[in-house]
């Protein structure tokens, strides 16, 4: 384990945090300074990281920071956009329908998974209202 | 004219009345947290790759990792609290995804367990899938045309 914490980098973790919440600090600004629903904001979120994805933008913030930009939700739509340029070069126009999800496949299931376990066990009457 | 006259007054009187968020500090939260859930994430994929495994399988096991810690943490409705403080912090990173599918399937239990838990859980993943989804679709196709006429889009 010493050998572990010897191979990180400390300054990737510095990019990471400073990338990440500077990502986070974008969605806090427009939770605050415009009228924009939290849904909205993912879903705008996602869609814009697919299409900086798309054109490979996204990858050089995934190379400087790390999980400070896959993590949040720009990077899903990295994920799936990455995931349908791979999906392309494998299987033509067919990967561009399997590559993306594909991709995030892990992600997707284990949210539901997770959610409908969580559903079995939760008390219907937790929610503090 | 005296409509929008009053619109104007209640739209004042609203302003005046509803507290002025906070916006210095919930952005310093904000960055904190979805800073240090960024962290968390980058460890682990770390601890991955020193095992070895290659960066695709790394990055999915970081989302699951997050996503599962998010989970459960909403199911001990610990998460609606972060959420409270950290705000766009914790809604941001994929534990926000985990919490917009997880929350409404606990809340929506007692409508049963096929249009309650089944269908509720996707009000805000729903979108987020189908947006998502559907950009990666297209992102593909521009990237065949492009591709075919050896263009390549970076």
Redesign the interface.
Known sequence: MDMFFQSLNIMDYVWCFVVGGLICVIGQILIDKTKITSARILVLFVTLGAILGGLGVYQYLVDFAGAGATVPITGFGYNLAKGAIKGVQEYGLLGAFIGGTRAAAGGISAAIFFGYIASLIAKPKMKKQ | MEKIETNKQYQDYVDKKSPN?P?LK??FN??????????I???????CA?RGLNE?VS??????I???IS??L??L?LF?RIGKF????S????T???N???SP??????EG?IMG?GAK?F???G???V???S??????????IF?TQSIT??
Do not use: R
């Open positions: 968020s916006i919930n952005c904000a960055f904190w947290v979805g800073g240090l859930i960024c962290t994430g980058q460890l682990i994929l770390d601890i020193y695709e990055g999915t096991i970081t989302s699951i997050l996503i599962g989970a459960f909403t199911g409705n609606n950290a705000g766009a912090g809604l941001i990173p994929i926000g995804f985990s917009s599918i997880v399937a606990m809340e929506y239990k007692s367990y838990v859980m009000t805000v993943a979108p987020v899938l947006f998502g989804i950009a990666s679709i297209l992102v593909g196709i521009v990237y065949l591709n889009l970076v």
